[in-house]
């Protein structure tokens, strides 16, 4: 891995971060995050976590995802929770070429999110990284990959969640493909792309191996989600059909209202959990019922069965279903919005969320750092910053650039 030192200069913030993460187990390897919005900086994201060198590279005009969804003081939540546990310069790179050049050279990894012959038109093509850097890793982020017709084609998480396949299955029955309300596809593809660069460094550090390139789409990172549903098409020709909150092969399995108005999601697929949830709905004459007896039976008598238990929440309050259900060690869960969430005990107990001591919003808290690794855990040092290039002059002078070429480079719009 290319060991990158710790800066003798800089904010305190800077030093806090190395000083927090240099025992975990990816330290000493560098990440140069080019990438924008969310997919490429997640996967930059969780390699910090455990205590890479990330540098996130942004455009002197600030990253669009400064400003996505819910912001305070001028600066969204998702910028704080996508750029933390990353060192932050500004690079325009259709200008800074040579400064981006000496930059990765230095990484074992780059994530970049461009369209397709976006860095081969500044002069970056992989294969003249690659050629200074030979052992690096590059996960190219897409909407549609880097081939094919669509390559070239704007890709968003909405398309990839349209085109996938994903859309079309989900909503009401007699309703429209409903759109999922995140950017599933962004955060799919973040977490394969943290798996694939993992095995490429594997296949590098352990097989002695050169680097390699990532192609990374966020149409395909959602087929994967799909399970059987390509196979079942290309087979049977076996289209699923919208069903809401239910599955075609899991019977019971349904969101249901309960007495006070709050919701509860429920699961019977195993044989035993479905024999227990009959006994929680104070029925337990339906283990014998034939309609009901066996998994087949149940997927058959859908309808039948979502009533008898709809009517039996409708009699009891969220709380009293969950207690009746966990006495009975049957499958329940409450559906939460955030605010629950966040007073949850087990979430609280196991830590879920953590609190980060943010220098712009104080104390904040934001999804803790997973998965949990017995030996080495990761940590949070720093959420994402609300100012613009702050570690320029350390990572700079890292590359042996001066204070005073950096101002020339400032006045020209290069950083």
Known sequence: ??????????????????????????AG????DCSTVVAGPRIAMYLGDFGADVIKVEHPRGDDTRHFGAERDGVS?????????????????????????????????????????????????????????????IARVTGFGQDGPYAGRPGFATLAEAMSGLAAITGEPDGPPILPPIALADEVTGLVGTWAVMMALYHRDVHGAGGQILDLSLYESLLQLLGPLP???????YLQPRMGSRL???????AYRCQDGKWVALSASAQSVAMRMFEAIERPELKDDPRFA?????????????????????LHTRDEALAIFERHDAALAPIYDMSEFFDDP?????GSLQTVDDPDWGPIRMQ??????????????????????????????????????????RADGVV
């Open 1 to 26: 891995m290319c060991v990158s030192s710790i800066p003798s200069v800089g904010n305190a913030l800077t030093l806090v971060h190395y000083a927090a993460m240099t025992d975990l187990p990816l």
């Open 29 to 32: 390897l560098r990440v140069v």
């Open 77 to 137: 939540c998702y910028w704080k929770l996508v750029s933390r546990n990353k060192r932050h310069v500004t690079l325009n790179l259709s200008k800074g070429q040579e400064i981006a050049k000496k930059l990765i050279a230095t990484a074992d990894v780059l994530i970049e999110n461009f369209r397709p012959g976006t860095l081969e038109r500044w002069g970056l093509a992989p294969a003249t990284l690659m050629a200074d850097n030979p052992k690096l890793v």
């Open 231 to 237: 196979l079942a098409w290309d087979q049977l020709q």
């Open 248 to 254: 075609p092969y899991s019977v019971p399995r349904n």
């Open 294 to 314: 066996t998994h087949k039976s149940r997927i058959e008598n859908v309808e039948a069965i979502d009533h008898a238990i709809a009517e039996w929440m409708a």
């Open 346 to 350: 087990h979430v609280r107990e196991r």
């Open 368 to 409: 803790g750092v997973h998965p949990r690794m017995s030996a080495t855990p990761g940590r949070i040092a720093s959420a994402g910053p609300s100012g613009t290039g702050g570690d320029n002059d350390d990572v700079y002078g890292e590359l042996g650039i001066t204070p005073a070429e950096l101002e020339a480079l």
